[in-house]
């Protein structure tokens, strides 16, 4: 086995240790990572569906319940998650949809034509997805690991997107191909041993049982 494909794995075995959260109302902590887990997207590493974005509040103390939020509230400009979920479900159903030039745009209002595109990401969110969450309250130490983690699970050969992937209809080709709702760290340097067992740690002090 290669070596990102063990960092992988164990990323994977790591977090499936954590309580899947139900909404962001019972995330325990208020500073640390997330991690989307797609339920179709099963892989060797993840047979209940692998991790399909990490996320950080890059530049703000104790924003993550805030930054979680975002992400179910039906407003595409609070989030570049919702934005690139419709974006790609807007592009699956009509190639040219009248409305991506608006919703893929930051802070472009919207139109009455995007309110289904809203409910369907809010839907997509609660029924597709669970997430799981990494308690890391030091900002630099935070934001190391999240381009350290972007970098080894996008850069996976055992988990890469699947046939019916709906981020092969994203905009940015970068989540196309790499399988992530990420794009930023893509191709970046990977964790190592020692940054690993860090991530470890992290995690099993992360338990909210
Ligand atoms: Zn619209
Ligand atoms: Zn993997």
Redesign the pocket.
């Known amino acids: 086995m290669s070596a990102v494909?063990e960092l992988?794995?164990a990323i994977?075995q790591t977090l499936e240790a954590l309580t899947a959260q139900e909404s962001p109302r019972s995330v325990p902590f208020t500073d640390g990572l997330y991690f989307f887990f797609e339920k179709t997207e099963k892989?060797e590493?993840?047979p209940d569906g692998?991790i399909v974005r990490v996320g950080n509040h890059p530049r703000s103390r104790g924003g993550l319940v805030r930054r979680l939020r975002n992400h179910y509230a039906s407003n595409k400009n609070s989030s570049v998650f919702r934005k690139s979920i419709g974006g790609a479900l807007m592009r699956r159903d009509q190639r040219d949809h009248p409305c991506l030039a608006h919703w893929e745009k930051q802070d472009a209002p919207k139109c009455a034509d995007c309110k289904p595109t809203e409910r369907h990401v809010t839907a997509m969110l609660r029924s597709s997805f669970s997430f799981r969450v990494v308690a890391i309250p030091n900002m630099p130490e935070r934001n190391v690991m999240e381009a350290l983690l972007i970098a080894t699970?996008s850069a996976?050969p055992?988990?890469g997107p699947s046939k019916e992937w709906l981020g092969r209809f994203a905009r940015s080709e970068i989540v196309q191909r790499c399988g992530l709702w990420n794009s930023q760290f893509v191709g970046g340097p990977q964790l190592d041993q020692e940054e690993l067992a860090r991530f470890t740690e992290l995690a099993e002090a992360s338990h909210s049982d």
């Open positions: 494909n992988c794995l994977h892989s590493h993840a692998r699970l996976c055992t988990c």
